[in-house]
């Protein structure tokens, strides 16, 4: 049971050290699902123009406070990323950075190839696996620049992708 937990813990830090060589694609983003007996982790990249509008530095107080709403929306991940009600989820953990200019840089000093990301890792653990039948990407509607998320899904030893859209925001298992 230790190993499955550290296991379930370094995933998305090894998901997400793969999902940062992606391409950056403005309505795009990449998550990536790992799943154990008792819990599942996500590791979410996503450009920053598909969460706030804007890649740059938050230069304006409005700006800041776009990333802040953001940095708290993105921290509630059973809001964004909705399993089935019957497996009984909770979050056990949230991690959501911002990375590339972010804030605080000076804009003159960033380089037009620099791109921001938000990134986030989460671990959900659920009472009934065996309930999780489908996951509802409210993610979707929060954030109306987002347009696709590119899914890695790991499940007893299977990697399987998938393409969950704003159109098609229902991924089942």
Known sequence: MKC???ALILTPAVALTQVQGASHEHGVGHLD??????AFSLSLAVPAADIVGFEGPAETDNDRALVAVAISDLSK???LFVPS??????????????????????????SAEQHSEFLADYVIQCQDMSALASIRFGYFDR?????????????SGENLAYDVTRSRPDLGL
Do not use: H, Y
């Open 4 to 6: 499955a937990a550290i």
């Open 85 to 110: 009600e019957e497996a009984a989820c909770v979050t056990v953990s949230a991690n959501v950075t911002l990375s590339g200019e972010g804030l605080g840089q000076d804009a003159a000093n960033t």
């Open 77 to 79: 991940p059973l809001g």
């Open 33 to 38: 699902i790992a799943f154990s007996d008792e």
């Open 143 to 155: 954030f109306e620049n987002a347009q696709k998320l590119m899914v890695q899904v790991s499940r």
